[in-house]
């Protein structure tokens, strides 16, 4: 039998499709955090706009249909269209300096330099790119999105979906490549393929403070009742 919240394309377009709001939060958070800090390399900034997000997202759940796409691609629309009315009424300057630090827990000396290296490598490949390249990424490393979400929110097929993105990273693939063998390091072990990967996993793995974390739930939580009933 399926729970009374459950996504379901059997349920009426009237029904609720989603989970309560503190699961949807829980689940989901992180995703739209990645997403939003990726464009907008700003710790606040991306908590304040994910808080609207949400905010949004649950006054119009009624608009979710399950039988269009899943949770997150529905819920990353609304993230896109509130990135684009925030540019619209900011166009804050871009900057990568707010990406934290690589963690340096059991590293030596030489694996830490290979680390700053390569992201800041990575950073430097990401920026040159055109904005609907860097969204690709984006949807994809960021919010973790299923190249068929991706194609969803895109208007494309999955199958072109997975071409473009199969295509990018080749060529930031080799260009990463490229550019290490231009500038060694000493010692050098790690070939450049797991190297360009896991930077670019980093580059992306930004979390959101944990106290922002709490304090944006209570407060949507504080909002949404009056919504709710």
Same mark, same amino acid.
């Given at each position: 039998m399926m729970p009374p919240n459950s996504p379901s394309d059997?349920?009426? =377009?009237? *029904?609720?499709?989603? !989970?309560?709001?503190?699961?949807?939060?829980?689940?989901y958070h992180m995703q739209v955090y990645r997403y939003l800090h990726a464009h907008l390399k700003h710790e606040q900034d991306a908590a304040d706009l994910m808080q609207h997000v949400f905010f949004q997202a649950w006054k119009q759940r009624q608009t979710y249909e399950p039988g269009r796409g899943t949770v997150a691609t529905w819920l990353l629309s609304i993230a896109h269209h509130r990135l684009v009315d925030f540019y619209r +009424? &900011?166009? !804050?300057? #871009?900057?990568?300096e707010s990406i934290p630090e690589v963690a340096a827990t059991d590293q030596n000396p030489e694996a830490k330099v290979l680390s700053e290296e390569s992201i800041a490598l990575v950073r430097r490949l990401l920026e040159a790119l055109p904005q609907a390249e860097q969204e690709l990424l984006a949807l994809r490393f960021a919010a973790q999105l299923s190249s068929a979400e991706i194609a %969803?929110? #895109?208007?494309? &097929?999955?199958?072109? @979906?997975?071409? =473009?993105? @199969?295509r990018l990273l080749?060529?930031? *693939?080799?260009?990463?490549?490229?550019?290490?063998?231009e500038t060694p390091l000493p010692d050098l072990l790690e070939p450049a393929l797991p190297a360009f990967v896991a930077?670019? +996993? *980093? %580059?992306?793995?930004? !979390?959101?403070? @944990? &106290?922002? %974390? =709490?304090? #944006?739930?209570?407060? +949507? +939580?504080?909002? #949404?009742h009056? %919504?709710?009933?």
């Open positions: 059997g349920l009426p =377009h009237d *029904q609720e499709a989603l !989970p309560p709001f503190e699961l949807f939060y829980d689940r +009424l &900011s166009r !804050p300057s #871009i900057s990568w %969803v929110l #895109i208007g494309k &097929s999955e199958a072109a @979906t997975k071409k =473009h993105l @199969t080749r060529r930031l *693939q080799e260009q990463y490549r490229r550019q290490e063998l930077a670019l +996993l *980093q %580059v992306y793995a930004v !979390p959101p403070p @944990t &106290s922002c %974390v =709490h304090d #944006i739930r209570q407060s +949507l +939580l504080a909002l #949404i009056p %919504v709710s009933s």
